[in-house]
């Protein structure tokens, strides 16, 4: 009887042990595995590439009438001559 108390508290003991073990292995993975702030640094670069689109087109915007304005002016000063 008292091996078979000697078998089951050194089953018992390895098999606390190696659920410790594992746990703690788990813990770690899982703490070099998950970036610290998934959603905010994504939410941050949709953001900034948001704005940065939206500046570019207000540029784009601001060019085209620049360069439309310059186009009305120019037909203005020196109409087109008719070759008849």
Not at 33 to 56: D, F, L, N
């Amino acid at each position: 009887m008292a091996r078979r108390l000697v078998w089951f508290a050194a089953g018992a003991g390895t098999g606390a042990a190696g659920a410790t073990y594992l746990r703690l292995k788990l813990r770690r993975a899982t703490r070099r595995a998950i970036p610290i702030k998934p959603a905010g640094t994504t939410g941050a670069r949709v953001k900034a590439a948001a704005s940065e689109a939206r500046a570019a087109l207000a540029e784009g915007t601001a060019a085209v009438r620049r360069y439309r304005a310059e186009v009305a002016r120019r037909a203005l000063e020196d109409p087109p001559r008719n070759p008849q």
